[in-house]
């Protein structure tokens, strides 16, 4: 997979070799509806990103947000984890990140439009106020920037309504939202909780880059 510029080195502890392996049988080989591209892939890339903002030296912090990232919407798009079962495997601070910052994309069995469960998400974040949440929740979102940068700027103009539920302009809406609680809610932490500068930078960057490659696509 490429990195898009990002130093990656994963740290593979036998407990984040563990999750690997239960990500790997929960999706076996399918892939994300927007792309094509595989969920296990996917997801290991948010572990990468994670990764490079968790607590140097912190061995625990390191593997809390790498598992955390992995699981991130394993309740919602498997069965293969209950949230007891999860919290059985992998205890209550990763089971927690991933309940914090997981999307409720349902209405018990109907589908929310885009907007009304984004905005949903923004205000579920807005009560998220732990730093491990935090990291999880915007290493999610670069990934999601990450890959329209890496993959659009190739495709036809009528690649994007086929792939997305929403326009250019509501995901622009959406990771400008959600850095904005993101900043706000990094504001109530410790100084020794508050997110890497670094991380806030490197999210500003790849949403200009975002803009950029998406703008063809609003006409």
């Not at 909780?193 to 930078?201: E, F, I, Q, T, Y």
């Amino acid at each position: 997979m490429e990195n898009i510029g990002f130093p990656f080195d994963l740290m593979i502890t036998p407990r984040v070799q563990h999750a690997l392996n239960d990500l790997q049988r929960a999706y076996k080989l399918r892939a994300r509806p927007c792309c094509g591209n595989l969920y296990t892939n996917f997801y290991f890339f948010v572990a990468q990103l994670a990764s490079t903002f968790a607590r140097k030296g912190d061995r625990l912090d390191a593997e809390e947000v790498i598992i955390a990232s992995f699981f991130i919407n394993i309740l919602r798009e498997t069965d293969y984890f209950t949230e007891e079962s999860l919290r059985m495997n992998y205890g209550t601070r990763i089971a927690s990140i991933i309940r914090d910052v997981s999307e409720k994309k349902y209405e018990g069995k109907t589908r929310l439009p885009w907007r009304e469960y984004k905005q949903l998400y923004l205000d579920q974040l807005s009560q998220v106020h732990y730093r491990g949440a935090q990291v999880v929740a915007l290493s999610y979102a670069l990934a999601g920037i990450c890959k329209v940068i890496e993959e659009f700027p190739s495709k036809p103009q009528d690649e994007w309504s086929r792939v997305f539920s929403s326009t250019p302009q509501d995901q622009i809406w959406f990771y400008m939202e959600l850095l904005q609680v993101i900043m706000h809610n990094n504001e109530q932490l410790s100084e020794e909780d508050k997110l890497p500068p670094s991380l806030m930078a490197v999210y500003c960057l790849r949403l200009d880059e975002f803009k950029s490659v998406v703008k063809r696509f609003n006409t």
